[in-house]
């Protein structure tokens, strides 16, 4: 794209249409034909159900030494040199936080103590970070634990942060047991002690949010509400971290 354009996943359903690695699958009641306008993802989702990639290059896509030689044709075609690497790297990126994801949901044993990296390098903690967000807010489909909103974009952003219940640089610990995904309004209210849970899963207002001068709105409404919990129980906050956080971060009073 252009410097200063936005690229968005519907353009290449228009601009490469007549590619022959693919076939785009219409819904029902559309039909493909030369010069349909697919300006948007809304646009997109209304006419097509996806695409059916050849057969020969998937087989290619599934292999790993193939795949990258795929990668690395279309990064030195396609990409400017001065972008390459970042285009590159990125890609590592998001491969390893995938693994790294992966792996936060196999874990099950416990551990009262988990030990604090030593220098962990910038790409360790980019790592990490997208890892954990990927898993918890995957879980959560997409929910805020707290008040239950659930909005995304037709790009796929959401409106979900991945939390810690007990803040890495204290706990080290980035299992899923030990997080939960929270709206921003919620996420916020969260670190500052307005909110929190119960033993009972239940949430929990602090008295602190009706102060002179706070408008909470919906807030209020939420107290002593079960909150939204991913569908696997051994996913659910642990209480040892929701403990913690009602001891030391919640204003009760």
């Known amino acids: 794209m252009p410097l200063g354009r936005k690229g968005i996943m519907s353009y290449p359903f228009y601009h490469m249409r007549s590619e022959p690695f693919w076939q785009l699958v219409p819904n029902e009641g559309y039909k493909d034909q030369s010069g349909l306008t697919v300006s948007s993802m809304v646009k997109l989702r209304e006419i097509y159900s996806g695409a059916e990639m050849d057969d020969e290059l998937f ?4 292999k790993p030494e193939t795949r990258e030689q795929l990668r690395a044709v279309l990064v030195e075609t396609y990409f400017a040199t001065e972008i390459r690497v970042k285009v590159l ?5 998001n491969y390893a936080a995938y693994q790294y994801s992966e792996k936060l949901l196999k874990v099950a044993e ?43 974009t037709p ?20 299992r899923p047991t030990n997080g939960m995904a929270l709206c921003k309004l919620c ?16 949430v929990l207002v602090s008295k602190r949010v009706q102060v002179e ?22 996913y659910w906050p642990a209480q040892d971290n929701l403990q913690w956080h009602r ?3 919640f204003r009760s009073k």
């Open 247 to 249: 001891k030391r971060i």
């Open 155 to 174: 790009e796929g952003h959401t409106i979900v942060d991945a939390a810690h219940v007990k803040p890495w640089k204290e706990s080290f610990d980035d």
């Open 89 to 93: 790297e990125q890609g590592q990126l």
């Open 59 to 62: 087989q290619f896509m599934c």
């Open 110 to 152: 416990w551990k009262k103590q988990f030990e604090k990296p030593e220098d962990e390098p910038e790409w360790q903690r980019k790592i990490r970070d997208s890892g954990f967000r990927r898993t918890i807010v995957n879980l959560y489909q997409h929910r805020c634990a707290l008040c239950g909103i659930r909005m995304l």
């Open 187 to 202: 996420h916020w209210s969260f670190d500052k002690g307005l909110m929190s849970v119960s033993k009972e899963y239940e």
């Open 213 to 234: 001068q706070n408008l909470p709105g919906h807030i209020l409404t939420l107290s002593d509400r079960s909150i939204f919990t991913p569908d696997v129980q051994k």
